[in-house]
DNA sequence: TCGTTTCGTGAATCGTATG
DNA sequence: ACATACGATTCACGAAACG
C-alpha cells in the first residue's frame, strides 16, 4: 500500500517534491498538512469534527440507551477554539490545493455555519451547498425538535473567478437525465458497509460510501489526487481507489489508520470502461439505472447479458453501459445490439447474482424499496 | 387594519408602551425594531435580502454609510459590510424577543452561513436547520453547477436553555403521523398565489404561504406575536392573520407595504375550531392514578402486569403498587422492577378487563372524559 | 427453506415542576 | 442552587431469532 510520487510544483525553480500517494499521514491534520507541497492535490475533501455539544444522557422511549458521539476529537472548550481550529485546517488545505482545485466539508448545524462563514473569509468561492437528506435518520425521541434528518456538504472553489472540474453529463446521467439538484437522498452508513469490530462500530461516523461516490464523480477525473484531513476509516480513500483517484489521509488515531488500509486494502479498482464517464450527449441512458449502480446494488463493472446470453455489456460507473463499441443507457445498448427499434433495459438485462441469473429489474426494486420517502 | 395594544412589558417599573400590532412600520428596520420595548414579541421571522446592493442598510464598522451605487468594495469589505448589517438587525430581534421566544431566519449559500455563524456568536441557540426542498426549482442553464434546488432556514431560542414553544403533536399530524423532519418539500410561491401588477412579479422573492403556515404552526400558539423585520409583500401577516396570530412588520419600500396591506386585508382568519390543533398529553390535565382508583375505575386489590407479564404487581387503596418488597408510585415500581432510567407506569402496567387487556392509561382517559362535565 | 417477529441502533446540541 | 418525582417519547433498516 502507498507509492511515493515525483510531482512538478506550480512554482518554477522550487525542487520536485515526494507526494505521499495512497498513505495516512499520523498525527495532527495540521501538521500533516505542511509536509505536502503547495498546490498539489485536486480535491480536498473534508470531514471534520462537528463540535456536537452534547449534554446528558438519552434514552429511547423503549428504555434503551443512546451511544452518543463522546469522543475526545469532539470536544472544544468554545466557539471561538473550534473557530481557530477551522481556520487553521482550511489555511493548508487552501495552500495544498491546486489554483483549480475544490474543497469540499461536509458538517450539522452544529458547525456548519462557521465552517461556511471562516471558508468565505479565507477567499473559498462557494459554489453550492448540498443537502444529504438522510433516508434512515435517527428519530427525535423525546419530541422536541424537528427529527434532525439531514446534514450539509459545501462545495467550494479557490476564489470567484478560480477554475473547477464539474461533470456535469455524469451527474445528469447518474440522475434519470435530469439535472443532478443539490439535494440528495441517501441512506446512513450501516449494514454489511458498516465497519465493525467485535460488534461494536469501529468509528462513531462512518460516511456511506455513496455519499462519496458522487463527490468523486461529479468533481474529480480519473487519476487526481484527492487529499483527505479528517480519513477516519477511509471512506474517500476507499471510494477514490475503486474509481481510479489518487489519495492522501490524514488521522490522528492509529487504530483508524489500520482500520482503514485493512479495508483499502480490500477495495478492487474498477475496470477503466466502467469508470469513463458519459461525455456525449446522444448517449443518454433513460431511466435512473445510475442511481441502483451508486447504490452498490449493481457495482460497475458488472457483466450484464440477455436471457439468451446472446449479448453482454458491461455497467460504468456513471450508470451508462458498454458493450464493444456501443455505449449508452441499458435501453439504448440493448437496442442497438438487437438491431430492435425499441427495448427496455430493465427486462433485457439479466445478471447473475449468488449463482442466480436475475433481470436487472429485481434491483431497481430493491432499490425502490431502500429509497422510497 | 391594525390596532394598537397596551403590553405590559417585561421590567416592572416602566410605563406601558404600545405595540404596534398589524402594522408595517416605514423606514430602515433596525430604527423600527428600537422603537419596540424589550421582551414584547413571541416570534421573529426574518426574510433578510442577501444581494450586496443594500444601499441605506450598508454601514461600514466606523459607521460611516456605503453608497452601494458609488462604492467599490472588495469581496472582504461585502462580507464585512453584510455582517454588520446582520448584526445589528439580528441584536434588536434578540432584545424585542421574549426570553422564550424564537427566531426564524431563511436564506441561501450566499448568506445563510454568515447570518448562521453571528446569530450563534450573539447567544442565539440554533434548535434546527430546516432545508426548504423546492420541488419545482430554477434549472441550473448553464450546466456548470448542482441545481440550486433549496433554501435553508434557521430556527433559534434566545440561549442555550431558554425555553421555546413546539407543537410537536401538530406537526406529527400535519405530517401524518410520522416526526416530522428536517426537511421540507414544498413548492415555489407561484400561480394564484404570487402577487403581480401588470403581470410582473410585485417582489422577486416572495415565500409561498405553505413555509409560514409550518413555522407559525410548529413554533407560536394562537394569539402570539410575530414580528417579521423584511415584511415584503406580507407573507407573514397575510398567514399570521389567517392563523390567528398577531403581526408587526417592518419594510422600507412604500410599494411593498401597500401591496401588504391590501392583500392581508383580503385575508380571512380561520375558524376557533380550525385553528385549534392536536394536542399533546402534556397539555392535558394531570391526572393521579389516586384518583383513578377513588373514582372505581381500577378497584384496590386488581392486579397490574407489564405486556409480557413479565412483572406484576397490586393496586392498594391510596393509588400506591404494591409488587413483593418494591412499593410506590405507579411509575417508581415500573421502574424499580425494570431497573430502567425511568419508566411511564400509565403505559407500562396493564390490566384485564372483560377478558381484554389494556393498559392502566384507558382507565386515566374514562376518568377525563367523565371529570370533563 | 422461507416468511414473520423481535431486537438493536444510528453525528442528538432531546424535560419540567415541585420542594 | 440542587435533588426528587412525575411521566412523555421513535423511524427505518438489518440481523437474528422464531415458527
Redesign the interface.
Known amino acids: 500500500m502507498g507509492q511515493l510520487t515525483k510531482i512538478r510544483p506550480a512554482q518554477a525553480g522550487t525542487p520536485e517534491v515526494v507526494l505521499p500517494l495512497g498513505r495516512i499521514l499520523p498525527g495532527d491534520c495540521v501538521a500533516a498538512m505542511r509536509s505536502l507541497p503547495t498546490a498539489s492535490v485536486d480535491l480536498v475533501f473534508a470531514d471534520p469534527p462537528y463540535n456536537l455539544q452534547l449534554g446528558g444522557?438519552l434514552?429511547r422511549p423503549d428504555?434503551s440507551?443512546v451511544d452518543a458521539v463522546t469522543d475526545h476529537w469532539d470536544q472544544f472548550d468554545s466557539?471561538k477554539a473550534y473557530d481557530d481550529f477551522t481556520r487553521d485546517w482550511l489555511t493548508e488545505a487552501r495552500r495544498v490545493l491546486k489554483p483549480d482545485g475544490a474543497l469540499w466539508v461536509i458538517g450539522s448545524?452544529?458547525n456548519?455555519?462557521?465552517?461556511?462563514?471562516?471558508?468565505?473569509?479565507l477567499?473559498f468561492w462557494?459554489?453550492?451547498?448540498?443537502?444529504w437528506?438522510k433516508s434512515n435518520?435517527m428519530?427525535?425521541f423525546r419530541?422536541?425538535?424537528?427529527?434532525?434528518?439531514?446534514e450539509?456538504l459545501?462545495?467550494a472553489s479557490q476564489g470567484?473567478k478560480a477554475k473547477y472540474h464539474?461533470n456535469?453529463r455524469a451527474?445528469?446521467t447518474l440522475n434519470d437525465e435530469l439535472?443532478?439538484?443539490?439535494?440528495w437522498v441517501l441512506p446512513i452508513c450501516s449494514g454489511q458497509e458498516r465497519l465493525k469490530e467485535g460488534g461494536t462500530k469501529v468509528h462513531p461516523t462512518q460516511k456511506p460510501e455513496a455519499l462519496l461516490y458522487r463527490v468523486l464523480l461529479?468533481t474529480t477525473e480519473k487519476g487526481d489526487v484527492v487529499l483527505d484531513p479528517f480519513f477516519g476509516t477511509g471512506t474517500t480513500g476507499a471510494v477514490a481507489k475503486r474509481l481510479g483517484r489518487q489519495w492522501i489521509g490524514c488521522e490522528r488515531e492509529q487504530g483508524y489508520r489500520d482500520a482503514a488500509y485493512k479495508r483499502i486494502e480490500k477495495e478492487l479498482p474498477l475496470d477503466e470502461s466502467a469508470i469513463s464517464t458519459m461525455q456525449s450527449r446522444k448517449e443518454q441512458p433513460r431511466v435512473a439505472f445510475g442511481a441502483v449502480v451508486e447504490a452498490g446494488l449493481i457495482p460497475p463493472g458488472t457483466e450484464l447479458f440477455d436471457k439468451k446470453r446472446q449479448w453482454r455489456a458491461t455497467v460504468r460507473a456513471d450508470g451508462s453501459l458498454e458493450s464493444g463499441k456501443e455505449t449508452g443507457s441499458i435501453h439504448h445498448v440493448g437496442k442497438t445490439l438487437q438491431g430492435a427499434p425499441s427495448c427496455n433495459g430493465w427486462t433485457f438485462w439479466h445478471m447473475e447474482r449468488d449463482g442466480e441469473v436475475k433481470p436487472i429489474d429485481a434491483a431497481r426494486q430493491m432499490y425502490l424499496l431502500a429509497v422510497e420517502d
Open positions: 444522557d434514552n428504555g440507551h466557539f448545524y452544529h456548519i455555519y462557521r465552517v461556511g462563514a471562516i471558508l468565505q473569509d477567499g462557494l459554489l453550492n451547498d448540498i443537502v437528506r435518520p428519530p427525535n419530541g422536541t425538535r424537528f427529527t434532525n434528518a439531514h450539509t459545501l462545495w470567484e464539474f456535469y451527474m445528469k439535472q443532478m439538484r443539490s439535494d461529479a
